[in-house]
């Protein structure tokens, strides 16, 4: 199975920069690559698929980008709802996998 | 808007099997495919499997043996059965839709979860 890898695994910022969070493959998935927010309490929530493309109603400071089996989900400017956990999910081959995570935290 | 709701024992004694059943309100099940997610108490989180509305399915190879998923259009509902359950399959338990996102199909709406904890 494809096993995805999250940097880093906590990341501390503060409200107002910018966040870079990254997503490595074992092998190719093509661009069948989602990213998922989810807060304590709640189930997780589709932002990005196809690894750029931004889902319904999210915030344009949210955008996807690949190279090659590297994915990077970019944060522009951090509001205070953003601090969460984001998971990276895998739909290119089966089965379907996610990344371990990264916490987003408040510095 | 859809809404997804997991029910069924919060409890379970090792070597049984573990029964969930979510309903599905707000939209119809036909012509979707729907899936089942766990995620141990503080980890990530692990596909089980899917069945489409017409009953086909698949399931994760390393829970396969021991997985069913099952539908019932006309409660518009669906199930999973997990057999001989150990400790390790102690998680919460989202039932969850996959929306056609692209060419592929991403999961967009979640039950809240159901925590299963094994335990004699």
């Known amino acids: 199975e494809i096993v995805l890898t999250q940097s880093p695994a906590t990341l501390s910022l503060s409200p107002g920069e910018g966040a870079t969070l990254s997503c490595r493959a074992s092998?190719?998935?093509?661009?069948?690559l989602a990213w998922y927010q989810q807060k304590p309490g709640q189930a997780p929530r589709l932002l990005i698929y196809?690894?750029?493309n931004r889902a319904t109603g999210i915030p344009a400071r949210f955008s996807g980008s690949e190279s090659g089996t590297d994915f990077t989900l970019t944060i522009s400017s951090l509001e205070p709802e953003d601090f969460a956990v984001y998971y990276c999910l895998q739909r290119g081959n089966w089965p379907e996998t996610f990344g371990q995570g990264t916490k987003l935290e408040i510095k | 808007q859809v809404q997804l709701q997991e029910s069924g024992p919060g409890l379970v004694k090792p070597s049984e099997t573990l029964s969930l059943t979510c309903t599905v309100s707000g939209g119809s099940i036909s012509g979707y495919y729907w899936s089942w997610i766990r995620q141990p108490p503080g980890k990530g989180l692990e596909s089980i499997g899917f069945?489409?509305?017409?009953?086909?399915?698949r399931y994760n190879p390393s829970l396969e043996s021991r997985v069913t998923i099952s539908v019932d259009t006309s409660k518009n509902q669906f199930s999973l059965k997990l057999s001989s359950v150990s400790a390790a399959d102690t998680a919460l338990y989202y039932c969850v839709r996959y929306g056609a996102y692209g060419d592929r199909h991403y999961f967009d709406y979640w039950g809240q979860g159901t925590l299963v904890t094994v335990s004699s």
């Open positions: 092998q190719s998935v093509s661009s069948y």
């Open positions: 196809d690894a750029s």
């Open positions: 069945i489409y509305y017409d009953g086909s399915t």
